[in-house]
């Protein structure tokens, strides 16, 4: 059976599926993750409405779904059928494996949230970007730009040893380099509270970006 999941872990570093493992069961079925957080503990930056809806209703729909594709397609009887439901499993494995990593990318602000300590993350980003504010407006530009829905991200080249800025339309996961900060650009992770004014989204989540584990799975990338 074609597991979306085990496509992307293939794709990464395998230390990296500690992002979206799911427990083990006999019919190996994929979970919606606990948040390391309270629904509220990223206000006022993302509130508490926004991540109740985002946690339990679209990720859980990303779950559902890839279950379902994963089931139909052990049960599909003919190569036909199973090619088309390749959309489903990219799009539904895609949003699980990125959310999962999204909840670990946010820590409160009273906690880990937005604070970018001296060391390699920070060393890394000011080599490649000049500093942190150019790395940050570089990156809301090229987020904000995605026309649609879709992800922003940092992500580890591992053919350059560099920090790159790259986006991924839709659910699709982010296979070309190691996923460092991604960022949510779909309308469902910020609307209720920022409207249609997607800068605004950006400039704040920076307040709750968790760099200790973008910089553990730098760490780990470059191992």
Known sequence: MLNML??????????????????????????????????????????????KLHHTKHHQTYVNGLNAAEQAYAQSPSVKEKIALQSALKFNGGGHINHSL???????ANADGGNLSDGPLKKAIE????SVE???????AATAAIQGSGWG????????????IVTTANQDPLLSHTPIIGVD?????????????????????????????AEQRLAEATK
């Not at 999204?102 to 409160?108: A, D, E, G, I, T």
């Not at 249609?196 to 760099?211: G, Q, S």
């Open 6 to 51: 085990s496509i992307a872990k293939s794709a990464l570093r395998p230390s990296l599926a500690r992002a979206f493992a799911t427990p083990a069961t006999s019919m190996s079925l994929h979970t919606l993750p606990d948040l390391p957080y309270a629904y509220n503990a990223l206000e006022p930056y993302i509130s508490e409405t926004i991540m």
């Open 102 to 108: 999204f909840w670990k990318n946010l820590s409160p």
């Open 127 to 130: 080599r490649d970007f000049g």
């Open 134 to 140: 150019e790395f940050k407006k570089k990156f809301n």
């Open 153 to 164: 991200w940092l992500g580890y080249n591992s053919v350059t040893n560099m920090l790159e």
């Open 185 to 213: 650009i779909w309308e469902h992770a910020f609307y209720l509270q920022y409207q249609n004014v997607k800068v605004d989204y950006l400039a704040a989540i920076w307040n709750v970006v968790n760099f200790k584990e």
